[in-house]
């Protein structure tokens, strides 16, 4: 009997052991494992490739990254996941997609211990359902070779002759398209917004749902210009050695982007997350922020590289207008009606 006793008791910790491997078929157990959605750049080519191994050393855990697109689109994956969340952390919802992603409750909030040592200015949810990590200016990306006399202003840009010399991206799926749609409602008014968009469209040769799409078809030469950061010489500068891609924000002012990121709510593993959020506003994370997410970082300490010189800053900020999901639709409506017409 005490025999059959043993073999059963090896045998209810040996299927215990393996009811905690995660589903990875490495062997890790279920609460040592971070699933975290981000976008493209952050995972293939950006900040992820450098922080990432730290804090999978530090906690002994291991990291998945999946890549899900542009912020829009990590958003649109929670709602749809909602009840049975995949991630257990989001990376790159941004102020301009803060009110969907509390309206839609994807979030838990969580107030992390390490706030006190940021720039405070950063801090874009007071409802701590996200944590800011990095933050920018949006701006017109040029290039010097092909455009000389350079628009000082909306204004400019509008009455130029850049006929489909332009690319934007869509406001639906990715941060830098909203917040050029915020951006423009900010400096014209509703009253100016639809005006703006009909002046600019024939411009534009072609709107891409994110970033990365817009930035390579630019380099490829099909554009003269393109919607991105203000911080986008700085990596050109550090990683090329050249000065030829510049950025210019109109002087009707800037409209500053802060990245945040969130703990995904009923997530598989919500202690290990709130982990990688304190770990995001560390000196250990925040150092690799403007040599990989060609960003500002949130750390004040964090010494900037030399080609942040080449990052013009606005001569002041527009705030975003106050909205809701239901003001928002109605102007998104009336961009698709100037867009796509």
Same mark, same amino acid.
């Given at each position: 009997?005490?025999?059959?006793?043993?073999?059963?008791?090896?045998?209810? *910790?040996?299927?215990?052991?393996?009811?905690?491997?995660?589903?990875?078929?490495?062997?890790? !157990?279920?609460?040592?494992?971070? *699933?975290?959605?981000?976008?493209?750049?952050?995972?293939?080519?950006?900040?992820?490739?450098?922080?990432?191994?730290?804090?999978?050393?530090?906690?002994?855990?291991?990291?998945? &990254?999946?890549?899900? %697109?542009?912020?829009?689109?990590?958003?649109?994956?929670?709602?749809?996941?909602?009840?049975?969340?995949?991630?257990?952390?989001?990376?790159?919802?941004?102020?301009?997609?803060?009110?969907? !992603?509390?309206?839609?409750?994807?979030?838990?909030?969580?107030?992390?211990?390490?706030?006190?040592?940021?720039?405070?200015n950063?801090?874009?949810?007071?409802?701590?359902?996200?944590?800011p990590?990095?933050?920018?200016?949006?701006?017109?990306?040029?290039?010097?070779?092909?455009?000389?006399?350079?628009?000082?202003?909306?204004e400019?840009?509008?009455?130029?002759?850049?006929?489909e010399?332009?690319?934007?991206?869509?406001?639906?799926?990715?941060?830098?398209?909203? %917040?050029l749609?915020?951006?423009?409602?900010?400096?014209?008014?509703?009253?100016?917004?639809?005006?703006?968009?009909?002046?600019?469209?024939?411009?534009?040769?072609?709107?891409?749902?994110?970033?990365?799409?817009?930035?390579?078809?630019?380099?490829a030469?099909?554009?003269? =210009?393109?919607?991105?950061?203000?911080?986008?010489? !700085?990596?050109?500068?550090?990683?090329?050695?050249s000065?030829?891609?510049? !950025?210019?924000?109109?002087?009707?002012?800037?409209?500053?982007?802060?990245?945040?990121?969130?703990?995904?709510?009923?997530?598989?593993?919500?202690?290990?997350?709130?982990?990688?959020?304190?770990? =995001?506003?560390?000196e250990?994370?925040?150092?690799?922020?403007?040599?990989t997410?060609? &960003?500002?970082?949130?750390?004040? *300490?964090?010494?900037l590289?030399?080609?942040?010189?080449?990052?013009?800053?606005?001569?002041?900020?527009?705030?975003?207008?106050?909205? *809701?999901?239901?003001?928002?639709?109605?102007?998104?409506?009336?961009?698709?009606?100037?867009?796509?017409?």
């Amino acid at each position: 009997m005490k025999k059959i006793i043993l073999i059963m008791l090896v045998l209810s *910790t040996m299927l215990f052991a393996c009811s905690k491997k995660s589903a990875d078929g490495n062997g890790a !157990a279920a609460d040592s494992v971070l *699933t975290i959605y981000s976008y493209d750049s952050f995972a293939s080519w950006g900040l992820g490739k450098e922080a990432i191994p730290e804090f999978e050393r530090q906690n002994n855990c291991r990291v998945i &990254m999946i890549t899900a %697109g542009d912020a829009g689109e990590i958003l649109n994956r929670l709602i749809l996941e909602k009840d049975q969340p995949v991630a257990d952390v989001a990376i790159g919802i941004d102020n301009t997609f803060l009110l969907k !992603a509390i309206e839609h409750d994807v979030f838990q909030t969580y107030k992390p211990n390490n706030l006190s040592l940021i720039d405070q200015n950063t801090i874009f949810d007071t409802t701590f359902h996200l944590t800011p990590y990095d933050y920018g200016y949006f701006a017109f990306v040029y290039d010097s070779k092909k455009i000389k006399k350079v628009p000082k202003s909306f204004e400019e840009l509008l009455s130029s002759n850049f006929k489909e010399k332009i690319i934007l991206i869509d406001p639906r799926t990715s941060s830098p398209g909203k %917040g050029l749609f915020l951006w423009s409602m900010a400096a014209f008014g509703e009253d100016g917004f639809e005006d703006f968009w009909k002046r600019i469209k024939p411009k534009v040769l072609t709107i891409t749902s994110s970033w990365d799409e817009a930035y390579t078809a630019f380099l490829a030469g099909e554009v003269n =210009m393109v919607l991105s950061y203000a911080s986008s010489p !700085a990596f050109h500068y550090e990683e090329d050695k050249s000065t030829r891609y510049q !950025a210019f924000i109109p002087s009707e002012g800037g409209f500053k982007q802060v990245e945040g990121a969130g703990i995904v709510k009923n997530c598989n593993n919500p202690e290990l997350a709130k982990k990688f959020i304190e770990y =995001m506003l560390t000196e250990d994370f925040q150092k690799h922020v403007p040599l990989t997410q060609w &960003m500002y970082p949130v750390l004040p *300490t964090v010494t900037l590289p030399e080609g942040f010189k080449y990052c013009p800053l606005p001569t002041h900020d527009l705030e975003s207008p106050k909205s *809701t999901d239901y003001f928002e639709e109605q102007w998104i409506n009336k961009w698709l009606d100037i867009m796509t017409k």
